[in-house]
């Protein structure tokens, strides 16, 4: 049977002790160790931001789960690949670890080359998440609105939400397309949407919450994306 040690990351202390994303991230991966028969032989949890930690003396844990795997010749099981990094010279030095990565999200078919790409794609992401907020708290600004903390007013708190509902659309409609191709897979040969659900599942293809697909979630997206 083939061994891995998983890694799960919050971006933050707090979220770390309230346990906000790990129980989910932790479910991804047992659910896909479990439909592909690995043994899960040890869990590493680890509570860092992933905005200037991309270093590994600066993430204690990962580099940890990096020697286990190395000395039990495992690999290492991630539940989404921004839990290792959305940096791409982060994600090329730890290839050159010479452990095998697997992003569950991706499945096991992903290998070193694609990891590069969809890191590529998330740091790009990252890019565009930063341009729009910029764009959008310039133009509050042109508008005469205060910012930061003197911005007190419902109109000005109201510029600053939208600016970041903006932002957030763009960052999940990045993640989206990078299921794209998984998406128009599961849905060829005129497959259902609760086929297409099942599919994805099957392999291991997580939506962009970390959750399992249902048919509407996979119409949403099918719809998102211009499939349907």
């Given at each position: 049977m083939p061994t891995a040690v998983a890694y799960v990351r919050v971006s933050t202390a707090a979220q770390g002790r309230s346990g906000l994303g790990l129980e989910a991230q932790r479910a991804a991966i047992k659910d896909f160790a479990d439909r592909e028969g690995i043994d899960v032989l040890d869990w590493f949890t680890e509570a860092e931001s992933g905005a200037g930690s991309d270093a590994l003396e600066k993430r204690p844990q990962l580099a940890a789960a990096i020697a286990a795997a190395g000395k039990r010749r495992a690999a290492v099981l991630v539940a989404r690949l921004d839990r290792l990094s959305r940096d791409v010279h982060f994600i090329s030095g730890l290839m050159a670890h010479r452990v095998e990565f697997i992003v569950t999200?991706?499945?096991?078919?992903?290998?070193?080359?694609i990891l590069h790409l969809y890191a590529a794609l998330a740091q790009k992401e990252r890019a565009l998440i930063s341009e729009r907020t910029k764009a959008g708290l310039?133009?509050?600004?042109?508008?005469?609105?205060?910012?930061?903390?003197?911005?007190k007013s419902k109109s000005e708190i109201k510029a600053l939400a939208a600016a970041g509902a903006a932002a957030n659309r763009v960052a999940a409609l990045q993640r989206l397309s990078g299921l794209k191709l998984h998406l128009a897979d599961s849905l060829a040969g005129g497959r259902s949407m609760r086929a297409a659900a099942?599919?994805?599942?099957?392999?291991?293809?997580?939506?962009p919450g970390v959750a399992k697909w249902?048919?509407?979630?996979?119409?949403?997206?099918?719809?998102?994306?211009q499939l349907r």
């Open positions: 999200s991706l499945g096991r078919q992903a290998d070193p080359f310039q133009a509050a600004k042109r508008r005469g609105q205060k910012l930061g903390t003197g911005a099942d599919w994805l599942n099957e392999r291991g293809v997580a939506s249902h048919a509407p979630s996979v119409l949403k997206a099918a719809r998102r994306l």
